[in-house]
Structures are given as structure tokens and as C-alpha cells.
């Protein structure tokens, strides 16, 4: 009989504290001995399944603190990490609403997630040159995981630079700390292209190994934490200019001048160079997917340089290049494309060919929403400085971002820029619990 009991007690949360009382009853001695004994066998495992089944079944409010050593306090951390329930549609929302699927709620990621406003992250940027953190697997693997662990976004972004692949056309750079990119090689004329590598025998596996390795580990990793992995590159007119330029440029002028040659026909080492990181950038957007990338973004961080002119006829056909070799190889695979500035020819970025368009925090999210058409899967756009505001102000934002972007579900919530430096690291959490948390505005 007592037996029979403990089997129906087996899925009761109160169970633990029922098997403890009934060792209290007025049973004869024996019994009462009996009794306690097998109590005392069960607790714990009765305990360990309460606990899980818990889990499964309603939403803990999340406790982050910050990671104050390497490996050790990351794992730690794992079982603090976000205030949501996992679901198994979690695995793959990220890829859904890329494809531009209506999902069951906005996903999120924060570009520049894994960065300098976590403490955890500085431990490593204050001890390692740039390139031996993202070069080196094991750092570029913890490095990419940080984020996730404390805040659980939508995806895990491999920690990486978008100059990354110049290398293998035999372009040398480095990252200077307080500098930024730093390109040593020239390319200023068509001789100069031309003495370039070759774009289509480029063997990624040769040329840059570890990203086999961390993006596989990173794949892993994904599946285990239901969740995605996210893979990008740089699109051709910025690995261009920075190549151009030699670093950051305020006035981008030796790009322009460059842009001017080609397009009076005096000189057609854009044209040529812009091609040639096309093929490049493609085939290393392949690379990443063949090596465990579910989604790819594109970035066109210097867009902000450009005219719309200029745009339509440099930028925009070499970018639509490098999306056509990614996505007739694996159609499957959502491609992003996102021109930090390029707001101002917003509409010019309708037939990217990419399955989604991320747009920047300088245009209103309705207005960008109207501008693409109803047609165009849309990504951001919260301005980053929002992020130093009041949990109140994160969390509005947020809301009027989904609001405007058509309603949970029907967007992919980012930054319209990514994470600053300086950035409270409880303010992340925020952001992602309220996308997570919010149902519309009539639903609470």
C-alpha cells in the first residue's frame, strides 16, 4: 500500500514535503521505522526531480553577476543565465524570422554582444592582441559564449573581425589597441589589384584553420543550448576602404578618388577590387555555413561613406555578388545584409538579395518598415545608447520596436548599432528578458 502511494505521489512538486510528514504518523513502531528509512533513501532523488520538473514549468527571475574569472566562473554562470523557460522552437526562432517567418515571438541578438562592456570579456581583451583572441580556438569559443550564458539571446555570434579573410588575397592587417585596423599592404590602382591573390582558389581551410574549428565547436555548443549560431562577414566596399585607407578614415578619400578613376575610366582597380572580394567574401560566407553557420550577415559598415549614387554603383552590385554565390550554394542558409548609414537609401536596398534587411537606429522603425514594404524581412533597430537609460526606458524601447516593426513576430530585434563600450551589463539582460518576455500591446 505504501508503496503504491510513493508511485502517486511520483509527479507532485509537494511530494518531497509529503514523504517527510508521513514518517510522523501514528503508525505502530515498525511501520513508523520502515517508513522513515525508505524516506530517507528517496528525499534527495524525489528532491532532484521536483527541481527539474520546476524548471520546465514556470519562469524563475534570472540572477546575473558579473564573471569575474575565465573558464571556471562562466560555467558557473550557466545556471543563472536568462529568466526564460527554454522551448524547443527556441533552437531555430532566430533562423525562422530571418527566412521571414511569422514566429512565435521577436527574437533577439545584440550586435556586438560579445564585447568590451562585459567585465568577463575585458579579462581577455586586456591580456591578448585582438588577433590571437579571435585566431586562437579556445579563446574565440569562450569569447562567443560569454554573452550567452549570462543573457541567453536568440544566437551565438562567432568572435571574430570582418577583416579576418583579407589574408588570404595576401592582405596583411593587424588590430592596434586604441587604433583600430591597421592594413599594411597598398592597393591604390589596378597594378595593384592585380598583383593581389587569387579570389577563387583561396583554400579557407589552409588560409584560416581555426574557423573550422571554433565555428564547429561553436555548432555544438548552439545545439546544446537550443538555441543558433550566427556567422558573418564584411561586404566588398568596406573590406575595400579599409584596405584603401589603411585604417579608419573620417573622409574616406583615397576610396573616392579611386571610385572617380573608375568611374571616368581612367583607372578600374575599384571596379576590379570590388569584384575580386566579392568572389572572396561569398566563398568564405560558404566556408562559414559548411563549418556549422545556421544564418550569415553581411556587413556594410561603411556605408555611411557613400552617396546613393555611389552606393548603387559600387557597393550595392558587389555585395549582391557575394549574397548570389552564398545563397544559390545553400538557399536554405538566411543571408542579413546590414549599411550602418545607409538609412538615407534605405529603398535602394530592397533587391539586396539578401533574405533580410537590418536597418540602422537612424530611421524610425515604422518609417523603415513602410520604405522596404511588407515584403522585406526586417531586422533592428534600438538605438544603442538607449542601453545607459533606465530599466523603465530599455524595456519601452524595446516595446516600441516590436510595435512598430509590425508586432512580435514579425521582426528580428537587434541593435541599430552594435553594444558600446561602457555599456551596464544588467541593461543587456533587460533588453533581452522584456523582447522575450512581451506579447503585444494588448496582451500582458
Known amino acids: 500500500y505504501f508503496i503504491n502511494f510513493i508511485i502517486s505521489l511520483k509527479h507532485s512538486r509537494n511530494a518531497y514535503i509529503l514523504f517527510v510528514n508521513i514518517s510522523q504518523y501514528s503508525f505502530n513502531k515498525r511501520y513508523n521505522e520502515i517508513i522513515v528509512i525508505i524516506t530517507m533513501i528517496l528525499r534527495n532523488t524525489l528532491l532532484t526531480l521536483t527541481l527539474l520538473s520546476s524548471t520546465t514549468a514556470f519562469t524563475a527571475t534570472s540572477h ?29 526562432i532566430l533562423v525562422r524570422a530571418a527566412r521571414g517567418e511569422t ?22 581583451s586586456d591580456k591578448y592582441p585582438f588577433r590571437e ?5 579556445s579563446m574565440a569559443i569562450e569569447l562567443s559564449l560569454q554573452c550567452h550564458r549570462a543573457y541567453g539571446m ?40 592585380m598583383r593581389l591573390k587569387d579570389a577563387d582558389s583561396v583554400n579557407f581551410d589552409e588560409t584560416l584553420p581555426f574557423i573550422r574549428e571554433i565555428l564547429g565547436s561553436l555548432s555544438k555548443e548552439a545545439e546544446e543550448a537550443n538555441t543558433s549560431l550566427i556567422g558573418f562577414v564584411g561586404a566588398p566596399f568596406t573590406l575595400a576602404a ?6 579608419s578614415s573620417k573622409h574616406c578619400l583615397n576610396s573616392k578618388k579611386m571610385m572617380m578613376a573608375d568611374a571616368n575610366g581612367s583607372d578600374r582597380g575599384m571596379s576590379l577590387f570590388l569584384d575580386k572580394l566579392a568572389t572572396m567574401i561569398g566563398n568564405y560566407g560558404c566556408h562559414q555555413i559548411e563549418c556549422g553557420a545556421q544564418v550569415v ?18 557597393a550595392k552590385p558587389a555585395a549582391q555578388k557575394a549574397i548570389r554565390i552564398m545563397k544559390e550554394k545553400y538557399p536554405h542558409v538566411p543571408v542579413i545584409y546590414f549599411a550602418n548609414g545607409g538609412s538615407s537609401y534605405l529603398e535602394l536596398q530592397r533587391d539586396m538579395g539578401a533574405d533580410m534587411i537590418a536597418v540602422d537606429w537612424s530611421v524610425d522603425m515604422a518609417q523603415a518598415r513602410k520604405i522596404l514594404g511588407p515584403d522585406v524581412p526586417i531586422s533592428g533597430n534600438i538605438d544603442p545608447t538607449i542601453l545607459f537609460g533606465t530599466k523603465e526606458q530599455i524595456e519601452q524601447a524595446v516595446r516600441d520596436c516590436i510595435d512598430k516593426a509590425g508586432g512580435p513576430g514579425m521582426h528580428l530585434l537587434n541593435l541599430g548599432h552594435g553594444v558600446m563600450q561602457g555599456t551596464p551589463e544588467e541593461a543587456v539582460g533587460w533588453l533581452v528578458d522584456e523582447c522575450k518576455r512581451y506579447k503585444g500591446k494588448n496582451v500582458e
Not at 588570404?168 to 599594411?184: A, N, Q, R, W, Y
Open 242 to 247: 579599409y584596405t584603401v585607407e589603411g585604417k
Open 103 to 124: 514566429v512565435e515571438r521577436t527574437p533577439v541578438w545584440l550586435m556586438r554582444q560579445a564585447g568590451r562592456y562585459m567585465a568577463a570579456f575585458r579579462q581577455y
Open 64 to 92: 546575473r553577476s558579473s564573471l569575474t574569472t575565465l573558464h571556471s566562473t562562466a560555467e558557473a554562470s550557466a545556471t543563472e543565465a536568462t529568466s526564460t523557460s527554454p522551448h524547443a522552437g527556441d533552437r531555430d
Open 297 to 314: 550577415q553581411v556587413f556594410e559598415s561603411w556605408a555611411h561613406q557613400l552617396s546613393p549614387a555611389q552606393f548603387e554603383q559600387f
Open 133 to 137: 583572441r579571435s585566431e586562437t580556438p
Open 154 to 193: 536568440d544566437g551565438i555570434i562567432m568572435f571574430s573581425d570582418i577583416l579576418t579573410p583579407l589574408p588570404t588575397l595576401g592582405i596583411d592587417f593587424d588590430v592596434v589597441k586604441g587604433t583600430g585596423p591597421v592594413i599594411s599592404t597598398k592597393v591604390r590602382s589596378e597594378k595593384d589589384v
